[in-house]
Every structure is written in C-alpha cells, then in structure tokens.
C-alpha cells in the first residue's frame, strides 16, 4: 500500500465513524385510524337510546332493552361499552357536552340573553339532565378527569349565559347558576312510575313559569343566597 493511500484512508475513516447511527432511523409517524362512520352513528345511537332506558328504568336497566332500542345486535353494544359502569359513564359524558354545547349554541344564537336562557333551559330538559341525577349516587365516578373537564365546560358555558342576562338587565341579579341547575333538574324530572315523555308537556310549562320568575326587575326578595355550581359540588359530595 502506497503512503498516499493509507493517508486517504485514514483521513477517511473518522468520516465514516460519523455517518454511523446506532440508533436507526427514526420510525415513519403512525397514522391513529378514525373511527368507521358506521361506527360513530352506532355509538350515538346507543347513548341516545340507553339515555332513555337509564331515565325510564334506571341504573339496572338490562343491556338487551338498550341493544334493541339502539337497532343494534347486543355484541355491537358490548364492543362500544363492555360494562354498565362504561355505558353510564359515557351516557353522563354525552349529555353534558350536548347541554354544554346548547348553552353556547343559544347565547350566540339568540337575540337578547334571556331568550338564550329559554332556548338553552328547554333545550337542557329535552336532554334529560335532571332525570340522570339519579345516576350520579352510588359508586359512580363523578371525579374522573374525563366528567371533571366536561363539568367544569357546561359550567363555565351557563355561567356565560346567566352573567349576559344579568349584565344585559334581563335576569334578576339575586340568582346564581346554582339556583338555575337546581330548578332545572327538579322541574324535569319524573316522578316515580312515570316516564319523560308522560310528562314533557308539565316540564316545558313549568320551566316556562320558572323563567319568567327569573326576569329583571325581580317582583320579590329572595331567601338565602345566590347559590353556585361549586355549592351544588359540595352538597352533594
């Protein structure tokens, strides 16, 4: 070997010691699939219908009676939520973030807050928010992060909605988001043996009374105070 040739070669080496990686390539991103949309229709329909069968027959309710409500076989309805405890859970989840989604809806939709705050109160009783109450006792996980984040959104969204009328001098100023829920929930939910759509005619009518209670300038004084979602949390603890 000529000297000029080892030198080139030496010269070379420390080169191809650098081009070296040890660890490989880096992997090409992974791509997550998205859901089917047969998929995402069958998981609607089975929250809307085990909404109706958990007000109508309760927490118990048999997943054969949710299955068949949905249009769907009890397989396909295992494969979504492989037990009571994950059918509730997101039962709860799927209508909150639509009441949620009404409260925003109605204050951007509306012509004046107080016409939003009709819309969105009907609208939250259609969903049947006081008639899952019930649900929310027992072992339910109401400190989830998952119910936590959509509590603290449907919050924040009708704590929106109530300081508009307020501000706006639509909505009497002695009421607090609290007092709308509780009302809310009382007014909508059936009495024992009776189910939502026995009494939807009563609900609507009786939050309509409600609400126009709750114009400004308010007609009387009220006991006690304002109260808050944060009470509400408290209470029920």
């Known amino acids: 070997m000529t000297r000029s040739t080892t030198l080139a070669a030496a010269t070379a080496a420390p080169?191809?010691?650098?081009?070296?990686?040890?660890v490989g390539p880096e992997p090409a991103p992974t791509r997550v699939p998205r859901p089917r949309a047969d998929a995402v229709r069958n998981r609607e329909?089975?929250?809307?219908?085990?909404?109706?069968?958990?007000?109508?027959?309760?927490?118990?309710?048999p997943f054969?009676?949710?299955?068949?409500?949905?249009?769907?076989?009890?397989?396909?309805?295992?494969?979504?939520?492989?037990d009571r405890a994950a059918l509730v859970h997101h039962v709860v989840l799927f209508v909150m973030d639509r009441v949620t989604a009404q409260a925003e809806d109605s204050?951007?939709?509306?012509?004046?807050?107080?016409?939003?705050l009709c819309r969105f109160t009907h609208a939250a009783a259609d969903e049947r928010i006081g008639a899952l109450c019930p649900m929310l006792a027992g072992d339910f996980d109401g400190e989830h992060p998952e119910l936590v984040a959509a509590r603290e959104a449907l919050a924040e969204?009708?704590?929106?909605?109530?300081?508009?009328?307020?501000?706006?001098g639509l909505i009497r100023t002695d009421i607090g988001?609290?007092?709308l829920m509780v009302a809310l929930s009382q007014l909508s939910r059936p009495l024992?043996?009776?189910?939502?759509?026995?009494?939807?005619?009563?609900?609507?009518?009786?939050?309509q009374l409600f609400l126009d209670g709750l114009r400004a300038p308010a007609r009387?004084?009220?006991?006690?105070?304002?109260?808050?979602l944060e009470d509400l949390r408290q209470k029920t603890m």
């Open 107 to 116: 204050l951007a939709e509306e012509p004046d807050a107080f016409a939003a």
């Open 220 to 228: 009387s004084r009220l006991p006690g105070a304002a109260a808050t």
């Open 64 to 82: 054969d009676e949710v299955a068949r409500r949905a249009g769907i076989g009890n397989a396909t309805l295992y494969r979504h939520f492989p």
């Open 157 to 168: 969204a009708v704590e929106a909605l109530v300081a508009a009328g307020q501000e706006a």
């Open 45 to 61: 329909r089975i929250l809307v219908a085990a909404r109706e069968v958990l007000v109508e027959l309760g927490s118990g309710a």
């Open 15 to 22: 080169e191809a010691a650098v081009a070296v990686d040890p």
């Open 177 to 179: 988001v609290g007092d």
């Open 192 to 207: 024992p043996g009776i189910s939502c759509t026995e009494v939807e005619g009563f609900v609507h009518r009786h939050l």
